[in-house]
Each structure stands twice: as C-alpha cells, then as structure tokens.
C-alpha cells in the first residue's frame, strides 16, 4: 500500500511506503547512489535511488533528467538527521518513478543569476527556494492578519477597486476609462471603511491598492496588497495599544508556523523574538530632535547630507532608517504636521499644526509598514480641509454625511502586506514579496 502524501507532512510518515508527484529541483551521483532533490510546492526532500534496487535502466532514465522534470516517484520515508530539505531530516528511498517530462536546458539554475534576468523568468523564477520560501511566510502573515481581525470582532466588508476620487493625494492615481467617465483604482478602502463601522462597529478590508508611485525605491509597489481596520469609538491611543498586538501577534504566528521558510531565507529571528508589546512611542517633534542628534553625531557627510530635515519636512527612507535603528522593535511615531498628511486626520487638540496620526516603522531599516490616524469627526472641520486640499466636494458630500448622522470618534489604520512580509523575511525589496510585481518598470509578466 502506498499514500500520496505532501513532503510538507514526510515526518508522518517514516517507514511508510509513500507516492510524492512534483518536480527535480536538482541532482547528484555517488556511484550507484542518485541523490535527488524533490519539490513538490510544499516542501522539499530527497530521493534517493540505488542503482541495484531500482535496475539500470530506471537509473539511467532518472540520472539523466534535468532540473525541473517532471516525475512521481514511490518509496519508503526514513529518518536522516543528514538529509538537507524542507523539513529536513528525511528522504524517500525510491522504489519506482515515473517521468512526465524530461526538462532539459531549464533556463534559471542554481548559480546566481542578475535580478532583472530572474524577473523577466518571474513565472519560473517562483519554483526557487527563497521565493518559495518567501511567498509561503507570505501567506502565513495574511492568514494571521484574517484570523486576528476575524477572533476580535471584525466583520470584514469588502471596498470598491474603482473609484470617482482620490483619498490619498492626487499624484499617485491610476486613471481607468469608467463608460466615458474619469475613474481612479483604489488607493485605499479607507473612506468605505468609515461609512461601513458606522453601520457595522469595527470592519476591515483586505485587497489590492493601486498607486502610480513614480519612484523605484525598494518600498514601493504599483500594485501592493493592504489590510485597513477601521474602528468606531477608537481614538489615537485605542489605535496604538490595538496596532501593537496585532503586529505582535503576527511576528509571533510567523515565527511559530514558519520557521524552516525563515531558516531557508536565513532570517536572524532573534529580533522578531522581540516583536512583543509595548512598542514605543515618540512624537513627530521627539523624532525631529533624534534627527538632528543622530546628524551631529555622525562624520559621516553622505548621511549628514541625506538626513537634513526641519520641523514640518516628512521623513524620506533614510530619517526612518536611522531612527528605527535605535529600537529593538517596532517603533510609533505621531503627531505629524498636518501639512505632511491626508486631509481627514484629526487636529491635535491645541495644536492644528499636527494631526493625530500615527506611523508604525518597522526595526533594522525597514520603516514604515503601517500608516493610520484619528479621523476628523466635526462635519465643518472636515469641509474645511477638503477645500483646503482643493478636492472636488461633490464627490466627498457623502463622506462628510458620516459626520452628520452621528458622528463619534474613530481611528484606523492601513498595514502594507509586502513592506511586512519583506521585513518578516529580512530581504532587501519588496518585489519578492509577491508572486508577480508591478512596479514603475515592469509589469510583464
Ligand atoms: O500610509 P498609507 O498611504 O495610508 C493609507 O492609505 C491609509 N488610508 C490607511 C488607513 O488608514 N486605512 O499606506 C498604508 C501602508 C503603508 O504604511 C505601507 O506599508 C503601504 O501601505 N504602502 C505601500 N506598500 C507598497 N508600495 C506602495 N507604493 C505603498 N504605499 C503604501
Ligand atoms: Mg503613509
């Protein structure tokens, strides 16, 4: 009797007669030994075939097939502590095979390769260990993010892709031809969000956002996927205390379910160890001040050069950077200038230059990965910075609405899955964080 297992699952199995179906990842002979490394889009094994127990004319078959043939093979599940894979510790002694296709001259081996040849090849280049490895954590991390909004009173409801206006600034929107009327796809749920806990209480959506971001930094994405909880009678610090667990519990989901795929990226999971509340917390003004700390400190002239800033400037990649390098985890920053940020933010009491908003930046240079706020909640202040942002108010009367029919205060936030998945896995660009990028240069294929 033989079971068709998933490697992911081989430790089940030792001493079982097992049937794997999936792909040669690579080869290597010792005589009349063939060490094969099996993937099957679970895990990786190996197999092992012996010339004398499967006959010489299987092994020649099977000694001759090429990275990424096709096959099914048969054979007993053993413990060796020697055995590299994912798990590792086990491999299959082959009994049988059967070839569905002999691949000869696959186009991405295992030397290194220039990154712009891995991306046009992104269809194949996917089948390789860290991207494989990369991709699983990925949706590991949208798993946990789902079932922690799910098991604390979230109704997840869905928001619309095209949409008649901006809610994050005007210079990042992606026109679409709506039946002879201009149209933008989304680049937030946010605003539905808002409409939906005034009938729903906390609601969150979870899809793809779009931003015709004109920079190529290794942060930014034309087509990245966001999750937004929003929360009615939250305020700022509810939004902290609430954004600190759930990003812990992630890490900690991750760390958990994860571990071969962070070992297969080689991730130092020490500092995610860390990634347990309280995070803290420095305001704007706080920040600025570390800044300029951190620019008189350094002999550095590049960095002194790209860390100039003043109050009221926003942070670039490097002043991130170098703030996050002072923690041992997640850090808050609030209390931006409100001149820096979108228009429905909520005034700083007693200080209308700055809002309540809240960045969450991620340690070892990542930055940020999240970015939410206290919403304005006084229908005549909102009116005010529409205008003041010289947005179309036709097409934000039914926002202004929410503040008109009991209105109360309420906060939420925006995580970037990929700028999230990429710090989980310590890699340096958020294009390996998704099966098929867009970028400002690319969207093929
Ligand atoms: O800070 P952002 O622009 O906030 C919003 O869109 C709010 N409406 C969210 C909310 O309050 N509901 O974006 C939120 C997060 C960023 O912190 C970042 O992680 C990610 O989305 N993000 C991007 N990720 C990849 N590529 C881009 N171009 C991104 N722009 C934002
Ligand atoms: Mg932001």
Redesign the pocket.
């Known amino acids: 009797m033989t079971t068709e297992i998933a490697i992911e699952n081989i430790a089940q199995y030792v001493g079982q007669k097992v049937t794997i179906k999936g792909w040669l990842y690579s080869s290597t002979r010792k005589g009349k030994l063939l060490f094969m490394r099996l993937r099957d889009g679970t895990g990786i094994t190996q197999g092992v075939a012996f010339r004398p127990e499967i006959g010489d004319e299987l092994f020649e078959t099977l000694k001759r097939l090429g990275q990424e043939s096709s096959l099914i093979v048969t054979g007993e599940v053993r413990a060796n502590d020697r055995a590299p894979g994912v798990p590792k510790g086990y491999e299959v002694n082959i009994e049988s095979a059967q070839v569905l296709q002999d691949t000869q001259d696959y186009p991405i081996g295992l030397k290194e390769h220039g990154v712009d040849f891995l991306l046009d090849h992104r269809h194949l280049w996917l089948r390789s260990r860290r991207q494989w490895a990369i991709m699983r954590i990925r949706a590991t991390v949208k798993r946990a993010i789902i079932d922690f909004l799910d098991s604390h009173g979230f109704l997840n409801v869905d928001t619309p892709i095209i949409t008649p206006s901006a809610?994050?600034g005007t210079s990042t929107l992606f026109e679409v031809d709506y039946f002879d009327e201009k149209a933008y796809l989304a680049?937030?749920?946010?605003l539905y969000?808002e409409a939906n806990i005034m009938a729903f209480g906390k609601v969150y959506c979870f899809g793809p956002?779009f931003?015709a971001?004109k920079s190529k930094t290794r942060?930014?994405?034309?087509e990245?996927w966001?999750v937004?909880p929003?929360m009615a009678f939250f305020d700022l610090d509810d939004l902290m205390a609430f954004e600190e667990a759930f990003v812990s519990y992630i890490v900690q989901t991750t760390l958990e379910k994860r571990r071969a795929e962070l070992e297969v990226l080689e991730r130092d999971v020490s500092v995610l160890e860390n990634v347990k509340p309280p995070f803290p917390r420095i305001s704007y003004d706080e920040a600025i001040e570390r800044l300029h700390a951190i620019r008189e400190a350094t002999e550095d002239e590049e960095l002194k050069e790209l860390l100039k800033i003043e109050w009221g400037d926003d942070f670039g990649s490097p002043h991130e950077t170098e703030l996050t390098k002072q923690f041992d985890r997640p850090v808050f920053v609030y209390g931006y200038p409100t001149a820096v940020k979108?228009f429905y933010m909520e005034p700083w009491p007693g200080r209308p230059e700055i809002c309540k908003s809240v960045?969450l930046l991620a340690p070892e240079g990542y930055g940020?990965?999240?970015?939410?706020?206290e919403r304005m909640s006084d229908p005549d202040l909102l009116v005010e910075a529409i205008r003041r942002h010289e947005l179309p108010m036709a097409h934000y009367q039914w926002y202004v609405d929410l503040r008109r029919y009991g209105s109360v205060p309420h906060s939420?936030?925006?995580?970037?899955l990929?700028?999230?998945v990429a710090w989980i896995c310590g890699i340096d660009h958020?294009r390996e964080t998704i099966a098929f990028p867009r970028t400002l240069t690319r969207m093929r294929p």
């Open positions: 809610a994050e680049q937030t749920g946010q969000n956002t931003r971001e942060r930014h994405l034309a990245f966001m937004e929003e979108a960045d940020e990965i999240i970015g939410g706020s939420g936030f925006g995580l970037g990929e700028r999230t958020v």
